[in-house]
């Protein structure tokens, strides 16, 4: 740990007074809900693509995949190779759908559908899945930047958490949407210039680079092998198609910029943008990881001290034998988040360093700035109208918005300070979001497919559901012998399944219950 030289912290203190300044503009237009909201759909199409690709370009994809990366190989690629199949489910039936409702929220239709409760169902599944993401990503930054600064991580996750907070309860969707359209340039800039920083300084090159990726099979996608219970390319492929198209689907932060763009035709093709973006730029943080794992293999004395750094955080307190006994033990994929922090500490000069976190918070802030807002629009939309206080004037509503986007960055907060020691940020927002995302997925499928699903077929659809979810993430904490009770499947399966099994279970249940139907009017 060091200190940051006062270039650097300049750096940085400009950009976080720029997105600030940001939020004070725009807090001149926010005077009610549908422009804190839906900024009265005045975003292009160009605009709103760059800021979906800076969403899905947070912190735990900037930090996270390289340090996956480089202790596995390029298997969280596969992530993005199932993009466009989910963007055009999206463009094609997704945005016309929401653009026709009209509804800002994502959820609203639900209670058309099925009742009040899937409406409720599907918000508190939302607003724990924001919780998990905003949890991860401000973890993921506080780790990066204790390593720069030597403040607690506790410190730096609350003092980001203000900044964040101030600007986007300002500014509402607009702010945070331009703000966004930066971020998502300065973060790619960012990840460019680490990569040629790390080329620069590798002995031999990109070629060094490739021979020993090639000799340590740092470049593969995973196994092929029709395996579920690792992760393999199949179960990563899977996993991707069925939360992309949660994102795209039903999860708030992305709907409701369909509702900001100036048209229909503005909106699908801002979806595809974003994949043509994201795509190589995941790609880029893949060939970072394995940069990064390359260098270090070259400089062992590096990857001793990041070593020793990860034993003396998880044995705080032990004697210096028990820390160099674990030490010696860790394998790559115990501290690949580290590495990149490890590596901005020792080889990136001053100035350029200002640059680059600045890039690694813009990857943070454009994510939970979008959480927050997407967060306290349905919180008003979908919870306080639809059960406390439905006729709200002009100024309770925009009183209530703020309110909401506050209490959501204070729990962010909280969760990213709970998440604080974890192993991996990437695997935690995995598990996380294909638990929380399932049951939604589930139902909205159901919803718009089958017509002929009623309430009490998708009440039972849900409870099926809830108790296959839960099964697959807790039976694996039973002791090894319980046989049959374990799930066996890998855990970015649980979305896979969960969804399949609440689509299919109310689509039995509705044929039984037609075919009831049926055999009921020939008797009579």
Known sequence: MKSLPALDLGVIAIYLLAMLLVGFYFSRKNKNAEQFTKASGSIPGWALGI????????????????????????????FSLSMPLAAW???????????????????????????????????????????ARMGSIFFGIALSLQALTGFSMKMIILTMGICIIIYTVLGGIEA???????????KTFGALLILYIIITNMPGGISKVVEIGKTDNKFSLGSLAPDFTTSTFWVVLLYGFFINLNNFGMDQNYVQRYHTATSSKQAAKSIWLCVWLYVPASLLFCVIGSALYAYYQVNPELTE???????????????????????????????GDKVMPNFMVT????????????????????????GMNA?????????YKRYFKPGISVKQNMTLLHTATVVAGIAGVAAGIAMIGVKSVLDV???????????????????????????????????????????????????????MLRNVLHQNMVIVIGTLVIFLTGIILTRIKQNKLARTSATH
Request: net charge neutral; hydrophobic share 50%.
């Open 429 to 483: 927002w995995w598990q996380l979001s294909g638990i929380f995302a399932s049951g939604m997925l589930g139902l909205f499928l159901l919803g718009i497919i089958s017509k002929q699903t009623h309430n009490h077929e998708a009440i039972i659809a849900i409870i099926v559901g809830i108790v296959v979810i839960l099964w697959m993430t807790l039976s694996p904490l039973l002791p090894p012998d319980s046989g």
């Open 89 to 131: 489910f999206a463009a094609k039936y997704f945005v016309p759908f929401y653009r026709n409702t009209g509804e800002v929220s994502a959820y609203t239709h639900l209670e058309h559908r099925f009742g009040a409760w899937a409406r409720t169902y599907a918000v508190v599944c939302f607003l724990l899945t924001q919780l």
């Open 347 to 370: 080889k990136i000069p001053a100035g350029l360093v200002g640059l680059i976190v600045s890039a690694i918070l813009s990857a943070a802030m454009s994510t939970i700035s979008s």
């Open 305 to 335: 001290a990041i070593r020793h750094q990860v034993a003396t955080e998880r044995l705080h307190g032990a004697s210096a034998a028990d820390i160099a006994q674990m030490a010696a033990s860790l394998k790559p994929e115990d501290y």
């Open 375 to 383: 967060s306290a629009t349905v919180f008003a939309e979908d919870i």
């Open 176 to 186: 945070v949407i331009w703000t966004e359209v930066v971020q998502g340039i300065i």
């Open 51 to 78: 800021s979906i690709y800076a969403t899905f370009l947070s912190s735990n994809t900037f930090l996270g995949v390289p340090g996956k990366t480089f202790g596995t190989n390029w298997n969280a690629f596969v």
